[in-house]
Structures are given as C-alpha cells and as structure tokens.
C-alpha cells in the first residue's frame, strides 16, 4: 500500500467517530484532503463544521458544507487532524503546512481529537521533522537566534505567509525528549504565536494507515 492509500485508508476510518449531530473540526493537509473528499457520505450527521485554514475552507465549500467560525460555534464535539510527526504518548509535531495555530485552537476547544496519520509519522523521539514556530513578522530573527540556545537550526520558511499573517521558523536537528517543557518554553518567547508541539493538549486517538490496515489507539 502506498502512503497516500495509508492516508487515505486512516482518513475514511475517522469517519465512524463522527456522530449524529456533531459539531466538527476539520484540520488541514493531504491527509485531511481525504476526509474532506469522504465526508459527504455522512453530510446528515453533521451539525456544524469550522475549520484550521482558509485551503480547507475552501475545499469544503467547494463540495457544499457551510463551514461557520469556531467563535460562533463555541467548541466541537470532535476534531480530526492530521500531523507531522506523532509519538506513542500521543504527542505530535504539526504545521508542516502552516496552519499550526488554527489547529491548536480547534483541538484546545474540542472534546476529542482524532489524529489521522500514515505509518511513516510514527516517531520514537519528536524532532526528526523540523519544528515549524509561527512568529510575528517583526520578532523574526529575536526567535531564531533565541532558539539557537536549544541547539536547534532555525530556517526562516521563505516566501510563505500564514493565514493570520505571519511567517514561519522551521527548527531542524532538535530531539525532543521533553515534549512538553519545550513546548511551554518556546511558547514563552516574546513573538512566537504558536510553536507546533501538541502536547499539553494531545491527540485522544490515533489513527495509523498501515500495509496490513488501520491500527487504533486511544488514549
Ligand atoms: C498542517 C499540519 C498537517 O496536519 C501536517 O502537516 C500533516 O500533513 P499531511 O497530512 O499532508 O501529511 O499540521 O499545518
């Protein structure tokens, strides 16, 4: 199986999760781009959809669903989200695409976050991917040279804006072994928007495309 049937075959498994009238989130990527194309199929157990980026917007529109604002809608019963890289305490690395902030806000504000990933995302240690930081455009450099200290190698995402305006830092070479602190710490320099660690609010379940099939693991 290729990695984007593992994709493809982890996308539709999320589709039972979704219950009659639920309030979802929809995150954003090529995994995403999957369930976005299945979810139709289960249109009537929809109550409300928000999403992480405007591309996902977008693309739901373009298939008819009415995407309302998170503010609006106040919370979600579910979101599903794929991601960069995903540890087996359920932590992840997201925001390869950029839509880190959004994400971390839809999963903050839902009851259940279900991440969908290929069997290559899988990670004994975070940090192999590199850690993508949005920043305020104007702290750019304060943050690459503050990140530095963690004898990461910051690279500024050239020619790439974020759809709340800002630019991205990917951090390569870290091993992450305290997940957690690193995410508080980073989040604490002066002009990062969001660091892209889930780990204080991690994924509830992981969904693995996989050779033999979907593996399953909740939290
Ligand atoms: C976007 C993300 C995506 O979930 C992550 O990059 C995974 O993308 P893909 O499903 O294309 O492999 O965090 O900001």
Known sequence: MSQNEEKREAASAALEFIKPGCALGVGTGS??????????AVKDKIQSIVSSSVDSTKRLRSIGFEV??????GHCDLYIDGADEANKHFQLIKGGGGALTREKVIAAASRKFVCIIDQTKMVGVLGAFPLPIEVIPMARSYVAREIIKYRGQPVFREGFMTDNGNQIIDVHNLSITNPIEIESRISLIPGVVTVG??????ADVLLIGAPDGVKCHER
């Open 31 to 40: 995994t995403v781009n999957y369930l976005i194309d299945a979810l139709p």
């Open 197 to 202: 660690l889930f780990c204080h609010r991690p």
């Open 68 to 73: 309302s604002e998170l503010a609006e809608v």
